[in-house]
């Protein structure tokens, strides 16, 4: 039976191809994404070990993480260090000035990493890494010895233009008042962390220390933090519990194996959120292909029903019969998923290309297939495709061999009337959670909703057959109008096995589904922007920067000098823990301005806010921290640092305020450098707004950190922002919609080979090769517009029940009409291209050999 089976195969070459494809694209999808997620862990693994010494001395209560804006003012002498280096369980003691806020910008002064990677920019030192390696790598050139001089990761000087020798452009985190807002260093070395793994995105600036202690100390000679070697036989334990003897005051030993902890839980949220991310999508390939393959063999076995007769009659047993289907199957599979490795590999590097855009950059020498991707890849597509068959097997093993003998054979299909109840009773359960999310059921409501959305999606799929069937009957009737018999024979062929038509529509379906439903949140977010710019937005201008990076005090000084502008109210975010909790939360300072441009609701309290001392909240930060008017607040920052504010107001919660807001004298107290995320301008009575923003513009022109923005501009650029997003989720739900057109395509195929016969008495009747195209094609229109239609409706519906679980957040609906209608379109133009290859096929066949086909 094996060699009957593999003979099979052999025999129906382009059969087995077109089958294989939807193993091959969903299998590739997954081993893409599993590919992707390992270089992802595999780039951040090197930095991380690449770059973390034995111990480090650094100011206490922080970690690799909290630092923000320019960073802390807490330093270490050289003294301290010295120390350090004449204890005896430490080797090697070597001062570090970690700077913060800095950019490199183009030749075209542009900025290098516009997709919001940090810079990471130190000085340069030989410390050794937790391996015991060198911690950086110098591919060219010589490391910085001058104030002026500088080395950059290789990435980051291709991206900027540079070469070795050349005048690079920076801005530097805080500028002297009255002082240049860009600085030109010269660029004496390409450098990298070793391990070769890249920089993820990030570049990297290394400076001598002095050099380092001008540009982010104003010169003084001084430390952020130590890195720390331990002597031969020293754990790290030992080490930083010598260091901690002779630190001073604010700082603390930490291992280095705590810093790898922390540094990993922190990038593992963010790596998980985006393996989840992909996850979902490669899953979503998996079962439209597992929808195709099913069809396929559904037709294969109804093709085939004599040749299985005459098996059966040769001796055969059901269980040989089904084996042999079954191993068909798992033939293709480790076919089809071999090939998929392949193209996963290609997708991978796809992916790191497109991440790339954001900022997120991947070193293509990390992308390999892994043990386990390629363990996952065989064991989905052997799996997924043996489920999928099972069911035509075990149909296959029932053929009587009697049936051989018949001239005229086929596979009677069951009443579709039991699946029906029992998916009727599953829309219903659905429902049910659906309603509980809406309706507010303890947990997450979207958690209920998407529960009752897959319920949904699975079961129209199974029952599309029969939800579809007005869908049908509204085809056949347009098409036999307007093609006239040529339109009602398409309508008849898809009306005439509704099982079959079902399931290749349904591949359509779900992932049109899919994109309707992100098509109405992304349209309701954007509406729900809209209208919350235009009721908080009060100030005629912001200064934000692209990245949501900080930029010089200095440069809103300037602004504030410009003709026409009234008030400037800055504000600056930083990370700092409240009372007791373990958690940190983003704390807003702001000055007294603040209140002459935004006019909060007040719940209770003045929106007025002292320097020190005070602190205004909104009604969530109430209530989350249990908090009242009076109330006293301890701040906690790096360095061990607290500063006491009492809450004097509380106000409804606002886009334009922070959740705790404190006056930038709290961040003096707390050793915080000063420097601005944003600006809100108001211009004068009676200012040319528009002669006002050209000069703001003028004074930013050659500034690429930050934009002036008025309301429209505003808005736009949060529509962008959605808009990117939506996109990339609208192009990684495009491979499950091409795999669905793979199986309108193969659906169409072996369906004229099983009507070759039938083909044949209409050529011989007089329909033309021309109208048997148009034929094979309306039907082909049909099944799309099938799929598209039930996903459509079924999209639309899920995006409306999650924006009613979120309109807290999402407050106005928005159905995107012209995006469903353009979908729909995109449908008709896919189910066109895929009968190409059937119609061509169709009306090539010769009319006599056609009609003597058995």
């Not at 099913?294 to 089904?322: D, K, M, P, W």
Request: glycine letters at 10%.
């Amino acid at each position: 039976m094996f060699r009957l089976t593999w003979r099979n195969l052999l025999a129906r070459k382009v059969r087995l191809v077109m089958s294989a494809l939807a193993i091959v694209l969903g299998i590739g999808f997954l081993a893409g994404v599993l590919t992707f997620s390992s270089g992802l862990s595999k780039t951040f693994d090197g930095i991380i070990q690449g770059s973390t010494p034995d111990a480090q001395a650094r100011p206490a209560d922080t970690d690799s993480f909290s630092a923000t804006g320019a960073g802390s003012t807490q330093t270490i002498s050289p003294a301290d260090v010295e120390k350090l280096a004449a204890l005896p369980e430490v080797e090697q003691a070597d001062g570090s000035v970690d700077g913060l806020g800095l950019y490199l910008l183009d030749t075209d002064d542009k900025l290098v990493g516009t997709g919001g990677a940090p810079t990471l920019s130190f000085n340069y030192t030989d410390t050794p890494n937790i391996d015991g390696q060198e911690t950086l790598t110098l591919e060219d050139g010589r490391w910085p010895e001058a104030d002026d001089e500088v080395a950059i990761n290789a990435s980051s000087v291709e991206a900027g233009g540079y070469e070795l020798g050349d005048e690079v452009t920076v801005i530097p985190p805080t500028v002297a008042s009255g002082g240049p807002l860009k600085q030109t260093l010269k660029l004496v070395g390409i450098a990298g962390f070793n391990g070769g793994g890249g920089t993820a995105g990030s570049t990297l600036v290394l400076f001598s220390t002095h050099g380092a202690q001008a540009m982010f100390l104003d010169g003084q000679d001084a430390f952020t933090s130590v890195s720390l070697t331990a002597a031969d036989g020293v754990s790290q334990q030992q080490l930083v519990d010598a260091a901690d003897t002779v630190l001073p005051d604010g700082y603390e030993g930490v291992t280095g194996d705590e810093i790898v902890e922390e540094s990993q839980t922190a990038i593992g949220e963010f790596l998980g959120f985006i393996t989840i991310f992909l996850g979902v999508f490669a899953a979503i390939a998996v079962i439209v292909g597992a929808f195709i393959i099913f069809n396929t063999f559904t037709i294969l076995v109804a093709q085939r029903v004599r040749e299985l007769a005459l098996l059966r009659a040769l001796g055969a047993s059901r269980q040989q019969v089904r084996r042999s289907v079954l191993v068909e199957a798992v033939l293709m599979a480790l076919v089809g998923s071999t090939l998929g490795l392949l193209v996963g590999l290609g997708l991978a590097r796809g992916l790191a290309a497109l991440f790339s855009s954001f900022g997120l950059e991947i070193n293509s020498a990390v992308l390999n297939l892994t043990p386990l991707t390629v363990l996952a890849a065989y064991g989905v597509g052997i799996a997924v495709t043996v489920a999928a068959a099972y069911l035509p097997a075990r149909r296959a093993s029932k053929v009587a061999p009697v049936e051989a003998m018949r001239e005229d054979v086929s596979m009677t299909e069951g009443s579709l009337r039991r699946r029906t109840l029992i998916g009727a009773v599953l829309l219903v359960i659905g429902a049910g959670l659906a309603v509980a999310g809406v309706v507010g059921a303890p947990g997450n409501d979207a958690i209920w909703i998407g529960a009752g959305a897959v319920i949904w999606v699975l079961t129209v799929a199974a029952i599309s057959a029969v939800l579809g069937r007005p869908v049908l009957t509204a085809c056949r009737a347009l098409f036999s109008k307007v093609f006239g018999t040529t339109g009602r024979l398409a309508g008849d062929n898809a009306i005439r096995n509704p099982r079959r038509t079902g399931v290749t529509a349904a591949a359509l379906m779900i992932g049109l589904t899919l994109v309707s439903a992100v098509g109405v949140l992304a349209a309701s977010m954007n509406a729900s922007m809209d209208k919350l710019v235009d009721e908080q937005f009060e100030s005629d201008f912001l200064v934000q920067s692209p990245v949501f990076g900080t930029f010089p005090v200095e440069l809103g000084t300037q602004m504030s000098e410009v003709d026409g502008v009234s008030v400037l109210s800055r504000q600056q975010g930083v990370v700092a823990r409240v009372d007791d909790q373990e958690d940190p939360t983003f704390v807003i300072a702001t000055d007294s301005e603040f209140s002459k441009v935004y006019d909060l609701t007040m719940v209770e309290g003045s929106e007025e806010l002292a320097d020190t001392g005070e602190a205004i909240i909104s009604e969530n930060q109430a209530t989350d921290k249990d908090l009242d008017l009076g109330s006293t607040v301890t701040l906690h920052f790096p360095g061990n640092k607290t500063v006491d504010v009492e809450v004097t107001g509380i106000f409804e919660d606002s886009a334009v305020a922070g959740g705790i807001n404190v006056g930038f004298g709290v961040l003096e107290q707390a050793g915080i450098k000063r420097v601005d995320n944003s600006l809100s301008i108001n211009i004068a009575d009676g200012a040319d707004a528009s002669q006002v923003k050209a000069d703001l513009d003028d004074l930013v022109a050659d500034l690429p950190i930050v934009a002036v923005q008025d309301k429209k501009d505003f808005a736009e650029s949060l529509a962008a922002q959605i808009n990117q997003l939506l996109y990339m989720v609208y192009g990684l739900l495009a491979l499950s919609i091409v795999i669905a057109v793979v199986g309108i395509v193969n659906t169409l195929s072996l369906s004229v080979i099983e009507r070759t016969r039938e083909i044949g008495l209409l050529r011989a009747v007089g329909l033309s090769r021309r109208r048997l195209r148009r034929m094979v094609t309306l039907e082909s229109v049909t099944i799309s517009v099938m799929g598209a239609v039930l996903g459509l409706v079924l999209g639309v519906v899920i995006g409306v029940l999650l924006q009613q679980s979120l309109k807290e957040d999402l407050e106005v609906l928005r159905v995107p009409t012209v995006s469903l209608l353009v979908f729909l379109v995109i449908a008709v133009v896919f189910g066109v291209l895929a009968a190409i290859i059937p119609a061509i096929r169709a009306s090539r066949m010769k009319v006599l050999q056609a009609i003597a086909t058995e």
